[in-house]
């Protein structure tokens, strides 16, 4: 069965640092990942979707990075602001033999300014 | 727009009671799935959808119940069986089996009184 681990579970950091925010899965064989969004009592908003094939995808100031071989992705926030605090799940689809995605804990992100 | 309807935002439930949540979709999705969320937790899968009049348990489907006679409602009965049903509910969306993963919706928030 694929499991996915995020770490940190919680993450303060002041305005303006750059974040890295990871994400391990233990099966190898997925088909994507994929990066969400939830700010507190809301659903979930996709960011970014990285194919099996791919090694990273960027939108504005998120970068997504894939390493398949060892179980790895890491989601890069460059220039972080107070809006940017929410939890940030990652997800995996396939591994473990299964196309249904398995959600990781999320990170828990405050900016304070 | 295209999106997914969650309905109620909140509900309570009485010991014993079963009780309905909605769940909406106009984006023409094949596929319709229902998380559950705990604090701190990721989401677990209840139970999904890959057609209408057809769907398929999930990780913790028992003390659920759901049914899909049209593509675009998914409801989910949360019934007296599940012994502790105090959680945050979050409906979802696919193309189908594909690559491209989830539209979510706003969520309900269920408590027990």
């Known amino acids: 069965k694929q499991e996915v681990t995020q770490i940190p579970a919680a993450l303060s950091v002041p305005e303006g640092e750059n974040l890295v925010l990871n994400c391990s899965f233990t099966?190898?064989?997925?088909?994507?990942l994929q990066w969400f969004r939830q700010d507190p009592g809301k659903g979930l908003t996709s960011l970014l979707l990285i194919q099996s094939s791919q090694r990273e995808q960027t939108s504005g100031r998120l970068n997504a990075s894939l390493d398949k071989s060892s179980g790895r992705s890491t989601l890069y926030i460059a220039a972080s602001q107070p809006g940017d605090s929410a939890t940030y799940l990652c997800a995996v689809r396939g591994g473990g033999g299964s196309y249904i995605p398995t959600f990781g804990r999320g990170t828990s992100l405050i900016v304070h300014p | 727009d295209g999106g997914i309807t969650q309905s109620p935002k909140y509900l309570f439930r009485k010991e014993g009671q079963n009780v309905t949540l909605s769940c909406e979709q106009n984006?023409?999705?094949?596929?319709m799935y229902w998380y559950r969320q705990d604090p701190g937790q990721g989401l677990r899968l209840i139970y999904y959808s890959q057609i209408v009049n057809d769907f398929q348990k999930g990780d913790i489907a028992e003390g659920y119940s759901v049914s899909r006679e049209k593509k675009e409602s998914f409801p989910l009965t949360v019934t007296s069986a599940q012994k502790n049903p105090t959680a945050f509910y979050l409906c979802a969306s696919s193309p189908g089996t594909g690559p491209v993963m989830k539209t979510f919706g706003s969520g309900t928030r269920l408590t027990v009184v």
């Open positions: 984006l023409n999705h094949d596929a």
């Open positions: 099966d190898s064989a997925i088909y994507n």
